[in-house]
């Protein structure tokens, strides 16, 4: 398992995205005021889970890449 971040920043595809635990998730991913459940770094990667993309509502977890563009605060931090 990854360690847990509480805010991540990143670009898709030339979009600057923003996540937060408890917060929603930027309108591109379309999961409406769903609150963002866990974000965990995984290496190469991030994970975004909501209830709906990876969570009990079933669909695939959010994957945002991990470049120089991206910044993670951590839980602790």
């Known amino acids: 398992m990854g360690n847990v971040i509480k805010k991540l920043s990143w670009k ?5 995205m923003h996540c937060e635990v408890g917060k929603s998730l930027p309108p591109y991913y379309e999961t409406g005021s769903e609150a963002v459940l866990e974000i965990i770094d995984l290496g190469d990667h991030f994970s975004i889970k909501t209830p709906s993309r990876g969570g009990s ?18 839980f602790g931090d």
């Open 12 to 16: 898709h595809n030339g979009m600057k």
């Open 57 to 74: 509502g079933g669909g695939s977890l959010i994957r945002a890449g991990k470049d120089r563009y991206s910044h993670a605060a951590y």
